[in-house]
């Protein structure tokens, strides 16, 4: 019997809740252990959950109960997310979260706590959801050294996106939609604004690297300038556009970018559809590999923090090799000087002419677009006036 | 320092023994230990590799070797890769496999003997070559109940399905061609007639359930019927076919099937082409997964069992909760009783007036199709007659 805590009874909490309730019988087989939940932290009244009982608002009843060896973290954002983790783990108890802000921010201290006190701090849930993507790339994938991982990392954008494509709205249109849906937030800045993607992006990248990536160095653009036309354009291409979270690590250095960019329908993420995510991995020996599922919501969700605490119930006494090491030095290939092709539009058609080797893609209400050669982004910012943008191509296998 | 023996030096084997002498350090950082290549078995002679001293022929070598604490059992075929596997598990190493055709006919047995001596018995690789799906399935899913199982397992029918879809060839020219690029065998029976296939759903579907799947019970159609109106129909629906490895696990029983199916172009694995596979499994918490990859090739499979080999060293002293279980009484759901939709193809257009509820496709150098409604296998054949043909469509979601 193992006697588990659950911080935070939202969305994720509640499904945590509801699979350990469930599936009593499989988790057992897979775990060797019963699950019990021996609390619920919440600053919130639950008199009609059946289960009130287990409710406390003061942390200090599970972290000073020596019976609970798990804490799951479900209540997302940093403070006391943090506090409550680094004092978990400090107390020898194990420690599974979904929250991908406190693991890109302090992923690396909480990890070394971790590996001091002989437990583990497992966080399969912070990316992409419900699709298993952490655990392969540490423990399927280690005959390779993985040279690139990128995907479709956020559902609210890809959601926008796929209505922007195949219902010819616009960008407005289109998240008010995902927030009718309850797929935005109110306030959607941190998907639109590509926020969620960067930290994920930098959790795959330093766990495929063992270095850690400081989201704040990757470079990051949202989604909110597509047009219509930009949609319209990449589809004579015969392409899509998607918000990519991607990151290549050679020799020693990670590049990583956070920017929506042009993928051929050839591409097997092209399909990637709606609020789903997708993370393909290169691996120098397997080549490309695919991972496809739902990368939010309450059960996807919560059903990769249950299979981190199965993880957690079945190494109880021993620590599963996960970690990453703080760089020696910059790392961080400077995205300014990475050559890339670009998809530009613009309502100067003799702009092209600046741009030797472009294809002319066509144009549209007086609007023209083309590709450019691969070329740096200084290159190309001394090439575009004001009014002409750009959308960055999927750099190529 | 942990030392193994790779029995069978064909393709996976050396793409085995390149790996290891390739990626030495990211090898140890993750497994925790060197690892060290201390035999070859094969029966032909390498006197010309630079580690020739590596060779023997004598089993008894290794299996007398207490340091030999991994045996990498690459050689293919039932015997003596069974005797061989079943030796090297009862002295107390551990076995990896890439060998589909022993875990589909041994793994009972064999699993059951790793545990009575509490080693390892792993086979990531004998199913979707490079692609990390057992684990996943063991492990990444813990919190589901798995409902169903499903794929696209075979290159080679793959490769030529994709060929009669895209380039409009049919079956004997697409076929030919695989032969040429080295993708079909020149008698190309156990992949065309979907014998690999079965022994790959096989050993999903056992591992899934938790209960032993025995790959004669899963009925099996080839692709070797299928014609170009068979493809040019399909496409009218908007559809591809694909060769599929099917199963559905509910309630303790098992419905398996491999056979060609009518999969829709929104569905995420028609897009899967030439010799690539996927899986996608379906949870009751998370929903549908997806996993792409190459599915064969000397280095992809290499990469999955290098892969086991670095989880074997870091369970060294330990187990890996791996296993199924041996059905008590029939868990196979009766094949003829399962109803399911067809797309029948014929020369007598009068046969559709039979067919309650049908779709006509339409009509194509004198043949005929359109798509049934839900019936069951028994009911469908009382109604076709000797020239009229089908292709069953992947149950919905």
């Not at 392969?136 to 559902?155: H, R, S, T």
Request: hydrophobic residues 45%; contains cysteine; aromatic residues 8%.
């Amino acid at each position: 019997m193992v006697k588990v805590a659950i911080l935070g009874f939202g969305t994720v909490g509640s499904g945590v809740y509801e699979i350990i309730k469930t599936n009593t019988t499989g988790l057992k087989r897979k775990s060797g252990s019963d699950i019990e939940i021996k609390y619920i932290l919440d600053i919130r009244e639950f008199d009609d959950h059946p289960e009130k009982h287990l409710f406390t608002k003061n942390y200090d009843d599970i972290l000073n109960d020596e019976e609970v060896k798990v804490v799951i973290e479900v209540m997302g954002g940093l403070h006391p997310a943090y506090e409550f983790s680094k004092a978990a783990l400090s107390a020898g108890k194990h420690v599974v979260t979904s929250n991908k802000e406190l693991v890109a921010t302090y992923g690396t201290e909480l990890l070394n706590i971790a590996k001091e006190k002989g437990v583990n701090y497992l966080f399969e849930a912070s990316v992409a959801g419900g699709i298993p993507i952490l655990r392969p790339i540490n423990q399927c994938l280690a005959a390779n050294d993985i040279e690139k991982v990128y995907g479709i990392l956020n559902g609210t954008t890809n959601f926008i996106l796929t209505k922007m494509f195949k219902e010819g709205a616009d960008f407005a249109d289109a998240l008010s939609e995902a927030q009718a849906l309850g797929y935005a937030e109110r306030n959607p800045e941190a998907d639109v604004e590509g926020h969620d993607a960067r930290r994920k992006i930098a959790i795959l990248a330093s766990l495929a690297s063992g270095i850690f990536v400081d989201y704040n160095d990757v470079p990051t653009e949202g989604i909110t300038k597509i047009t219509k036309n930009d949609v319209a354009f990449a589809a004579k291409m015969n392409s899509v556009i998607k918000l990519v979270g991607y990151a290549e690590l050679t020799g020693g250095t990670v590049y990583a970018r956070v920017a929506p960019m042009v993928i051929p329908c050839a591409h097997q993420m092209s399909d990637v559809s709606d609020v789903f995510n997708a993370v393909v991995i290169h691996g120098n020996f397997v080549d490309d590999l695919m991972f496809y599922g739902r990368g939010a919501g309450k059960l996807p969700t919560a059903s990769a923090v249950v299979a981190d605490v199965v993880d957690a119930v079945k190494h109880i006494e021993r620590r599963i090799r996960l970690m990453w090491k703080m760089p020696e030095g910059n790392i961080m290939v400077d995205p300014t000087k990475v050559p890339t092709q670009y998809m530009v539009r613009t309502t100067n058609k003799a702009l092209v002419e600046s741009f030797a080797g472009a294809s002319v893609i066509g144009e549209l209400d007086g609007e023209f677009a083309f590709v450019t050669c691969e070329m740096t982004e200084t290159e190309l910012f001394a090439k575009l006036g004001e009014n002409d943008s750009f959308i960055r191509l999927l750099p190529k296998a």
